[in-house]
């Protein structure tokens, strides 16, 4: 409840429509409806017949407010104050009231801020914003590359809805399986072996994280990393002779699973 302090009012003083409004930081249009619907009326009335207000008025009149301030229907809130309850009981009922409200209140904000992060986490990232993300050997100039040649496709309108935390997600995933294929080749696996091509799979997976990959396209990604020297120069950098073990290990891995690398199409 807004309003000004009433500080130390004479028993036998009264006040105006307009004192009380700046007392208690309502309209004067406010006090007349309540006024006329006995919610907290005027007790007094000037010589000329203008609404004064006593000072059991104006705690009448506070106690209106905070009813009010709960979500209480009016009808109730008039109700409440004239029943027998002392000013103790009234006290009592209205802390409950408040409480209610702003556990209700609390609910309210946790959902809209989770709402909020949810909708900020999924809405689209700039070129830049996915460099910050994928880091610093990732181009900004790649993604409109990508979006020139392949903009049109599913997969393309798939991507482009990522957010924050899918960008984040497919990062982390990523991030770890390289980590796995540097260290099984260093330690001598073979690309066509079992946990080769386990890695291959997990490799596929981190990708269908933008948009599903199929084995076939799998194969065909692989092709590129071989082919356009700013991803072996990538792979290379993690462990030299890492993009060739990766495609065998792709290829291997497709066989594995019915496809063809020989007649791999993007369809």
């Known amino acids: 409840m807004s309003g000004r302090r009433l500080g130390n009012m004479n028993q036998k003083s009264t006040y105006s429509v307009g004192q009380v409004a700046d007392l208690m930081g309502v309209s004067v249009r406010q006090l007349h409806h309540w006024d006329a619907l006995g919610l907290a009326p005027a007790s007094q009335r000037s010589p000329a017949g203008y609404r004064r207000y006593t000072e059991a008025d104006i705690e009448r009149l506070q106690q209106a407010l905070v009813y009010r301030e709960t979500g209480m229907a009016l009808q109730t809130i008039k109700d409440t104050l004239d029943s027998s309850r002392g000013p103790a009981e009234h006290l009592a009922a209205q802390l409950e009231l408040l409480t209610e409200a702003q556990t209700q209140l609390a609910h309210k904000i946790r959902a809209v801020k989770e709402l909020l992060e949810k909708t900020m986490n999924n809405m689209s990232l700039t070129s830049e914003e996915k460099a910050r993300i994928l880091g610093g050997d990732w181009d900004p100039s790649w993604d409109d590359e990508a979006r020139e040649r392949w903009g049109e496709t599913a997969q393309w309108q798939t991507a482009a809805k990522m957010g924050r935390a899918d960008w984040e ?22 690309a066509d072996s079992a946990q080769a091509m386990a890695l291959a799979e997990e490799h596929r997976a981190a990708l269908s994280l933008m948009y599903p990959v199929s084995h076939c396209q799998h194969v065909l990604l692989g092709r590129m990393y071989e082919a356009d020297e700013r991803f072996s120069r990538r792979y290379e950098s993690y462990c030299e002779g890492l993009t060739a073990w990766l495609v065998a290990a792709i290829n291997a891995n497709a066989i594995a699973h019915g496809a063809d690398p020989s007649t791999a199409t993007w369809e």
């Not at 260290?183 to 073979?190: L, S």
């Open 169 to 190: 997600g497919f990062k982390a995933s990523n991030d770890a399986v390289e980590k796995k294929m540097v260290a099984a080749m260093q330690a001598g696996i073979r």
